[in-house]
Structures are given as C-alpha cells and as structure tokens.
C-alpha cells in the first residue's frame, strides 16, 4: 500500500514523484517550499530538550584554543 504525502505546511496532499511539481517534495508548490525556508531563517523549528548536566561534554586542553599551545 503506497500512501500519499501530504504537505507539511498546508496539509493538501502532494503531488506523486511521477509527476512534474514532484520538485517541491515534500511540499506540494513553491510556495509551501518557501514558506518552510522562511520558518526555519526566523528559527521558528528547534529541537527542545532538556539539557541534563550529566551529559555535557568536558572541555579538554585540546578543545580549548587558549590551552592549546
């Protein structure tokens, strides 16, 4: 069973890869496409995770360009 896509910004399903607009994949126009571009240019997307102190990484003298030489 092959299912549909459906643009994420609009929510109108895109077109199928046969097809000519399938150059907008996943959107299903240009426009969709350049309305993403822009959500993400403003930083309106992130990843939201909480920061656990047990997982940050220790700075090394190699890490650090001041200790570095």
Known sequence: MIRT??????????????????????FCS????NVDLYRWSEGRYAIVEPLIPSEDAEVGPMDDPELAD
């Open 30 to 33: 240009e426009r969709c496409r």
């Open 5 to 26: 896509l459906t643009c994420p910004i609009c929510q109108k399903e895109a077109p199928p890869a046969s097809e000519a607009e399938a150059r907008w994949l996943p």
